[in-house]
Each structure stands twice: as structure tokens, then as C-alpha cells.
């Protein structure tokens, strides 16, 4: 049998769901006897790989209708195949039977749009559907969807099966064997680092919090509890921790405890790191083109730009992307930067912080499971329990690299080191398990199949089935909660999981991105960002009451909840104190004339908050690595060859909140532009940044003045939401509504480039919703109408034909169809979290 005979499952996930239940899909085809594997989809495309003749893909939606970013060069790639293609041509996809498994949100817009794009590509590629693809809401819970269509996948599979290979096989040794045989090349693809040159940070500051907390969860809210309905399937226990008892650890044992017997100083492990972002992945070709590898870059700058009693505290850090540091022997540490970074970044893009998860929590929940504090910092390999289960059937892919060969294998010695691979048990759930998020109800389900008292075995099965949906929904969209594995453990305390099955489980932690608002022309080794420090404080009186509480979730003790990566970045810049007041006022006897960059750097600096602390003699450093934006989220460059100068089309600028990092940005950049090339001629840059309190959190406030009197800014609209709640000017998309005409006549006159960023649900969908009210609105205009029906598609797929159209209002069909043009053509971009 060939390779191309195997079933292939794809995934392409951002945060574990479709990974997960690809994995469910595979293991349960395996159980059926199918020779079946499991792939990241990008494997899809690779020049060495068969074109598979059966083949499922789960694949997820994220950003705004865009592909996980495991995915983004395969959808780019399968696009230019698509367009490639000529109908009578011959397609080397022809004989594919696929099915597709699209996850998504409906709370978001572009419901399920990754999977329905590639979908799209395969049919033009000639494949055939073999099973109805599939689209599950996570919004109203994956499972309604999933498990029937994993319940229902198997007559159609065997149908097709029987058809390509008539009978379908089971694994031989030889299969076997060359499976343990993949496995050994992976380990030697490892790369090795030197042992002495590690990096540290320090959690003797971190702040105390109430981590044992218990969830009061109401039963007799849920109606029908005499039958389960619909509980996701139980994971069997397939993988053990094998504690390896190491001589790097002699030297380790002075290091000094805290109160909770947790290290004071946590090493940066050396897997974080790697050259090119993708671990053991050797194919240089096959890289993620937006992956740069992941490296140190040093804290220079860290100050709070709101003021005590604002509702939240945005902090404003700067790294330098290339520090000259040497490590305390002298050497220069490995972990630097690859040099591409420096030339590749651009104001638009973001990046990735490789942040761990609270120690505190990690402690707690090793305490927990009843794992023993002498075992918390031994390093560990991971073994499947049967030898002959390839590990990437076992656990996610995020922990694969951490399986051992076999039982009989000797432990690795220091000198031919496989201590980049080797983690400890403490560094596992620090840096790859999400134990912050609320457990999907797959975990739930396994976690009530190892409770000892029968209530609440019965209620975590309850709360994993369709009939428990209202209150799981509660915990896991609470915001003020934010329920974690502890806290669910903590509430059943009969549940006597072991780490291992729990660790086998658990989704991967999903590293944060930041956009960055500085630009490179300015300073190519400084990135600059901006963020809110996620804090949610829960005292017993602002405690959910019952009665307001249909779904029947409260927390029984008083409690603090940290975001993840925002307080981590807080506690290693030393919590900066927020500023004392806002000021929008420039220093009238300083002129702001300057054309030289390097004053022009100087005022910026002193146009940011002054309360920073001293971090760059501190030597804090964070793991980061550089996210190119693929959506287009750029200011556009100078181009001799286009008739129209991009750089010269007027901008709307559209960032309210954190929303406004990026924008800083390119009012930069836009700076830099108008200094260096002094002909330029000026840009109108119309800017929208609203807040709740003026006096409290407006960001930026004063270089945000300063681009203006620099004639960056043509036009600042500001709302402040808070200060005076009866306004009818709240919200950014309110001022937008006021400058209907402005914008209508920028957009349409002028052919205007409209950028917005911020938060994707409430935002983002208002502020479309604006634009094209504001678009139907002035089509019934005479000058507006010819000019968006000359703009319009041609061919509407819902048949309506433009220029029967012309004169009329447009539609609202018609105009959204227009907005998703634009965005294709960058008239029109969005970069929403
Ligand atoms: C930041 C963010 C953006 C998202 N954007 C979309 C979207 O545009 N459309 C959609 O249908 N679902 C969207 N989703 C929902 C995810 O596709 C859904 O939660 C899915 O289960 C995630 O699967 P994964 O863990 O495999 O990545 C988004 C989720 C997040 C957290």
C-alpha cells in the first residue's frame, strides 16, 4: 500500500480545538482499523509529500475571517493553485476525496470562513467531496455540530475506502516500524544550544492572589437531568511522565524557594527558542514565510499611560530587537534575533511574546493533582503507554516533541545533550499548557470519569452534555471569572485525575500578539507597543447574584483574576506606577519644526508618558518572535510604477482603545515620509480614537497633538464615552455618522483608504455596520450613486445587475459586497483581535 492510500487529517488550529478533534477523528478511525495520519495542513502542500486520495480537514477561522496562523502560507498558496488553474487543464488533485470540518464563532463576522474558502479552492481543484463538510459554531458550542458529523463520517469514509483500496488495512510492523523510524529522524533534527548561556526572569515580586477559589454552580438550574444528552465521547489515558533523574540538577539545588515552594527565578527553557519559529522542521522551504524565529529582545522602556483611577491600566513597553547583551560568562548569548528580522519588519506588523502562565497557578495545580514538590523541576520524557501509538495519535502537537524513544532507552547524558528537548514538569505547564482558559467540555467529560463521589461525577458529565449548555456557556464566556482547570478541579475535589492524562488533554497555550506602534524607518530596532493589563477583580458583594443568574454561576471566595501575558509583562517591568495626569499640551516655547530624524526621535520620546521606570539596567528580557501581517495592514509604499501614489491617497484612520497602537505607528511613519522626501505632498489623514475618560486614558494624548500640529493628523475626532455619558457622540462610529458627508466624499472623491483596528465582536461590527449605512445612505445621492455603481462587482452572485441598478439606493447586500472588494483591493483594511 501506498503512501497516498493512508486517510490524511489536516488540521489548521490556533488555539487547539481543531487539533483536538482531529485527533478524536483519527483515533476513532484507527480504532476502526483505518491506516490512518495526522498532519498540520501545511504538510499538505509540501513538494515531498503524496497527494493523498482520501483526506479530512478541520480547520478553524480566526482574526476576522482568516485562516489560523498555522495556515496562513497554505491558503496562499492554494489560492495562486486555484487561480492557476485552468478548467481543462489537468489537476493533480483530481482524484482527492475530501471532506471539511470548519470551526468558527457566529459572534464573529465571516462565520466559518477559512474552511469555506478552502473548500472553494479544493472544488476548483477538481477534488471530490466524499462526506458533507461541516461548520461548527463555538459560539453556541462546538459539539452540536461536531460530534454528529464525527458520529455520521464513518458509511461514507467506508464507501470510499472500499472504492480506492477494497479492503481497507490495518497497521503492519513494517508501518510500525517506519512510524519509530520518523520519530528518531525528528530527534535528530534537534538543534543543540550551549547549556551555560540561559536566561532568567524573576518572580520574587509576583503579586499574591486567592488561587484556591471553589465555583458555586447551581444545578437546579439545568432542567432535564434525568438522561445526559449529547456528552462528548472520554479520551483514554494513553501517556505516562517518565522522570529522569539528571546530573544538571546537582547543580541546581541551591536555588532558593519562595513561600509557596515555587523558584524565585524561572529559566527560560531552551525549547522557547529556535531559529526558525517551527520547531523540528528542518525543510528551510517549507517555513511559515511570516515566522522569524523566536529570540530574546530586551525591555527598554516601560511606563503606564493611564492615570490611578482609570478603569484600566495600559502600559506602554519598548524592546530593543537587538540587544548587544552578553551573558554572565561573558559569551554572547545564543538566542539573538536572526538579522532578517531587522530588515523585514514594518510598521503594520505584530508579534508574538512567548509569556508563561502564572507560576503560582502551575504550583497550585501540581499540588492539586498530588504531584510531589521533590518531582515538580525533574526533567521528564513522555512516553505513549502503548510503544507502538504514534505520539502525534497520543497528545497535540505542541507536546510531541517532548516523547521519549522507548522505556529501555538511557537517560541522556549532559554531553550529547538532548537537553534542548527535555523539559520538567513545572516548565510544561508553565510555557505549553493552556490552564488559564475554561476546559472544553471534552475535558470536562474525562475529568468525570475520574471522580470518586457520584454527584459530582453526575454533574461534571452534566456539564460536558448538551443539557448542561447554558451554564457551561456562563463559565466559559465570563469574562469576570475567567475559570481555569484549577478552578474546576478545585470545585470537584473527588476528581483524582493524574497529570498525565491531564497534560495529554489540555490544549496548547496560545502565545499573544501585539501590534507594534513604532516604525522602522525611525528606529529599526525598537519595536514600541501598548496594551491593557488584564485584571478582574471579584469581591463577594460584585459577586454574581443568583436570581440575576439564570445559568446559575457564582465563585464562593473573593478573588483576583490576571490576564496571562499583559500582568506577566507588568510584574517583569517592575509595575510601572500610572501616570499622575493626562496632558494634551505641547511645550509652547519649543519648536516642533525640526527636520531632523534623530530630534525628531527626541520629541517623540518626549511626547510618551515620563513616568517610566529605570528597566534597562534591570535586564529584563522577553521571548518574542515577528508576525508579518498577510492582511494587508499597511501603509502603502511608494510606487514609480502605479499610476497613483498610494503613499499620497488620503486615510481614515479608525483605532478607539488599544485599537490605536498600530496607527501610532504609521503617524510615524507617515512623518518620516513627509521629512525625508520633502516634496511629498500632504496626506489628509482623518483619525478616529475614542476612550471612556479624557482626563483618564486617553493614549497617546500628547504625541497624538503632536502629529497634529506636525500636519500628520489632518483631522482628530474624539469621543470619550465616560465623561459624559448622555452624549450622543460615545463611540467612534457615532463621530463617524456626524462626518458622513467627510467620509463619503474622502472615500468616494477622493478613493480614501479606510483602516480600523481594535476588538473584532463589539467595534469592528459596529463601525462596518456605520460605513455601510453610511454608504447606503449617500447612494441615494446622484454624484455618490454613479460612482459606487461603477465601483460595484460586476457579476453579484445574487444576480442583480448594476446597471439595471443605477440611480436607485443601493442595497445593503450590494454594499457589503463592495466593502469585501475593497478589502481584497487594501481600500479597506481591518486588523480586529
Ligand atoms: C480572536 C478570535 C477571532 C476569531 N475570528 C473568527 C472569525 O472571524 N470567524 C469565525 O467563524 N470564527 C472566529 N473565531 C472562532 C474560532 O474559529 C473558534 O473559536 C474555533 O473553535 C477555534 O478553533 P482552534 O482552537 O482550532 O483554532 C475567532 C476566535 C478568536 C479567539
Redesign the pocket.
Known sequence: MSESDTIKIF???????????AMQIANEAKNKSYDVKIHEIQDFLKESFDVPKTAIF?????????P?SNAESTFRKMAIKAKRFKNNSESEYANLYYSVL?????????????SKTFIKHLKTLKSTEFYPCG?????TG?EEVVEPWIANIWPSLEVIQKKILNPPKIFNDQQVDSMIQDLSIKEKNLEKHDTQNQIYFSIENIKPQTIKRKLALDFSKITNTKKVLGAPKSISNNMKIRFLEHEILQNEQSVELNEFGIRKVLKYPFWIFNKTGKLMNNDEKDLEENIYGTFLAQVVYASCMTTQDAVKRTLLLELDIDPEFKSDDGNTCPYVGNKNVLDEWEAGDSFGIVAPNDPNIVAALLDRLNVKSSEWYLPISLESLDQSIDPTLVAGSHITQFFGNSENDQQPSINNSGLDKLATLFELLCWKMDIMSCPKKQVLRVLSDYCTDPTEKAKLLLLSSRNGTTMYNELRSSQTLMVGILDILNTFPSCNIGVAHLIQIL?PL?HRSYSISSCKSVNPKKWRFAFNVVEHKLSSDQQPQTNDNPSGVSVKEANIRYGLCTSWLDMISNYPVPIESISDTLNPSKSFESTDIDQIQKDIYEMLPRNQIDVQNKKVYIPVYLRKNTSGFRLPKQNKNESVDGTKRPKIFIGPGAGITPFIGFLEQILYEKISCSNINDTEIQMYFGCRNKNKDYLFAKLLSYYKHQGVITNLRLCFSRDDEDSEQKYVQHLMLQDKHKIADLVLNQDAQVYVCGD?VGMGKDVHNTLVDILHSVSLEPRYNSILNSSLPKQLENGINPEENEGDQLSVVQINKLLLLWTSTGKYTRD??
Not at 488540521?11 to 478533534?21: F, K, P, Q, R, T
Not at 478541520?58 to 482568516?66: N, Q
Open positions: 488540521y489548521a488550529s490556533e488555539s487547539g480545538n481543531a487539533e483536538a478533534i478541520v480547520i478553524s477561522t480566526f482574526g476576522d475571517g482568516d489560523p470548519g470551526l468558527g464563532d457566529t459572534n464573529y463576522n465571516n462565520f466559518c470562513n477559512a461548520f461548527a459554531d463555538d459560539g462546538l490544549p496560545v473584532a480586529l483581535w
